[in-house]
């Protein structure tokens, strides 16, 4: 659609082309662009200063021109074709690694630490003490937490107030309602009904999942 609006409007703009370029080109000077008030000002000003700066301007400053001559540049440096070498040649005395198996895949994405500083905790530790006080908040309780790992029992009161372990959900079916519990309570009890459903052995009374009471938290 564009090239046909400008193929229709091209013989307008090409309308009497050449006359106009002559007036533009028999014009003895082209117009400023105005200034800007300040810039004006700050003219006026050094004019007032030095009114003859135009023509030094205009004019070859032989003793700044003498001056540049005696300005060197010298590089103390090693050439970029020297260094690349030397890099490489490093590169190539650099031993390969001796173990050249597989990275091993950890559980959570990255090797845990042999020792723990005090005050500080682990991705595993952190699960396991955030899920049983989801379970027992009575008896796990954060002073119990912080002597056990080793930690600051304000940082303790800290990390279970702000996280949380995922809790099961088994959605209702036409043979067992909606039921809910938490992050590791009865784990057995659901695995061995998931176990049944997947065999199918014995009656239809049989592999109907195992009830799990609700579980506050």
């Known amino acids: 659609m564009g090239a046909l609006v400008s193929k229709a409007l091209r013989p307008i703009k090409s309308f009497n082309i050449e006359n106009r370029a002559h007036q ?7 117009e400023v662009a105005p200034r800007y008030p300040s810039t004006a000002d ?3 000003r050094v004019h007032e200063i030095d009114p003859e700066l135009d023509s030094k301007l205009d004019k070859k400053d032989t003793e700044l021109d003498a ?8 590089s103390y440096g090693k050439p970029e074709d020297d260094v690349t070498k030397e890099k490489q040649q490093k590169g190539l005395e650099r031993p390969l690694p001796q ?4 990275v ?12 723990i500083p005090y005050g500080k905790t682990t991705l595993r530790h952190a699960i396991d003490y955030i899920s049983a006080h989801q379970v027992n908040p009575e008896e796990v309780t954060a ?3 912080a002597y056990e790992y080793k930690m600051k029992e304000e940082d303790v009161e800290i990390i279970l107030k702000y996280f949380r372990t995922y809790d099961v959900y088994l959605p209702e079916t036409k043979q067992a309602p909606a039921v809910f519990a938490g992050p590791s309570a009865l ?16 009656n239809a009374e049989e ?5 799990i009471k609700n579980v506050s938290n």
């Open 67 to 74: 001056r540049l001559k005696d300005v060197y540049v010298t």
């Open 99 to 102: 173990n050249r198996g597989l």
């Open 187 to 202: 784990k057995k009890q659901l695995y061995k009904a998931d176990v049944k459903k997947i065999e199918g052995k014995g």
């Open 42 to 44: 700050e003219l006026k």
């Open 104 to 115: 091993p895949d950890f559980d959570f994405g990255l090797m845990e630490p042999a020792k």
């Open 207 to 211: 592999d109907k999942p195992e009830p």
């Open 143 to 145: 002073a119990k937490i």
């Open 24 to 30: 533009v080109i028999s014009k003895e000077k082209p």
